[in-house]
Every structure is written in C-alpha cells, then in structure tokens.
C-alpha cells in the first residue's frame, strides 16, 4: 500500500526565515505533487515532478524529488507572510493521488 | 478553459438524506476521480471512473457511489448520509493517455451533515 508521510505537520516560522518541508512515499511512484490550500479553499497546485533529480522553483517555493530515496522537499526562502498555509504532498500513482496528512505552516510577521 | 467545475459550492444535509455532487472535467480529460476531505486532514481517494465505469475505488463504503456520463461528467452519490461525511469533496480530472496525464482538482463541495 501506497503511504505518503510528511514532516513536520506543523510549523511555525519567523519572517525572513528558511526552512524546508520533507515528504516520504513508501513505493515507486508515476509523479509527485505539491499542492497548498488556504482555509475553506480547493488545492492550488505548485509543483509537478516527474524523474529523479527534478528541481522546479517558482518564487520563494522550491521543490526537488529523489526517486531513490523517495523522497521530496519543498524548500521555503526568506518565508512572508502571504506563505501561511497547508502544504500537501502527494503521490500520483496508477491514476490514484495519495495525500501525506498536509504541513500547516504559520509564518509570523 | 473552465478547468473542472463542481457544483453545488455548498450543501447543507440532514442525517440519513441523499445527496449528489456533480463534476465538469477539464476540456480534454476522460477520467474523473473523487476525493473526500474531512476538516484537518488531507484528501482521501473515494473512486475513479473511466468510460463510463468505476475503475478504481478507495476505502469507503458503498453508501457512495457514483456515475459518469458519455461527455466525461460525473456524479457522486452519498446515500444514508452520517454526521462523518461531512467534508469538502473534491473532483479531479485527467486524460488517459498522452505526454501529460497530470490531474487537475475542482474547487470543491463543502457538504455539511446536520
């Protein structure tokens, strides 16, 4: 069975600050997303990874996956405040998305 | 491009009631996944479906159900509704085959059971 585990699973960060969020699945995967979700709202999607080595930035978010670790990072640079949300990362696998329990981050100002 | 579209945005329920969720998929997507969200916990996989069939299913009873028409819409069902299916539902569509097999998430159904 395919599990997804994030940490941590919360998160509470000083402005100007970087840190970075870890995910773990447990088997091979077909990709990997990053997905963040404001209170009451759907998911907006960051990040899609496909191949081992894969590295995508946007803004102050970068992601990086390594399939043989099955591991992935999101990586957070000089956090501000507009970056307070749930991340989520999951595990696209035979057409079936797996959630890690989500990253609630809290960056105060 | 509408992108995937549910609807309703919010539905209010008593317990033991019926309800149905409907979901466009994006322009160009065959396959439509539902996903239960209960509140401070990530999604949970409920069914896929794929020319007109439930391919895959997750862990959920067969209270929920579901359907998708000959133009790629879907429906999910929830029969004998309990105060724990209160959640946001979300509908997620992709195409099955092609370069780019990516899923795309609707803005949801928040369904509350009273």
């Known amino acids: 069975e395919l599990k997804v585990e994030q940490n941590p699973l919360f998160l509470s960060m000083q402005e100007g600050k970087n840190y970075t969020i870890y995910c773990n699945y447990s088997t091979t995967s077909d990709r990997l997303y990053w997905y963040r979700q404001d209170p009451g709202k759907s998911l907006e999607s960051l990040f899609v990874l496909l191949s081992n080595g894969a590295v995508k930035q946007e803004g102050r978010l970068m992601a990086s996956l390594d399939t043989k670790a099955r591991l992935s990072t999101l990586h957070i640079t000089a956090a501000v405040h507009d970056l307070s949300a749930t991340y989520f990362c999951a595990v696209d696998r035979d057409d079936k998305i797996i959630f890690g329990k989500g990253t609630r981050l809290h960056i105060l100002p | ?114």
């Open chain 2, 1 to 114: 491009d509408a992108g995937v579209t549910q609807s309703p945005t919010h539905l209010i329920k008593t317990r033991g009631q019926q309800v149905t969720l409907r979901c466009s998929p994006k322009s160009g997507h065959d396959t439509v996944s539902w996903y239960q969200q209960a509140l401070g916990q990530g999604p949970q996989f409920i069914f896929q479906y794929y020319e007109e069939e439930e391919r895959q299913r997750g862990n959920f009873p067969d209270r929920f159900s579901g359907h998708q028409f000959p133009n790629y819409s879907s429906e999910l069902n929830v029969n004998a509704l309990l105060l724990g299916d209160s959640a946001l539902y979300l509908c997620a569509s992709s195409p099955r085959t092609g370069m780019n097999t990516e899923a795309f998430f609707g803005q949801g159904t928040r369904l509350t059971v009273v």
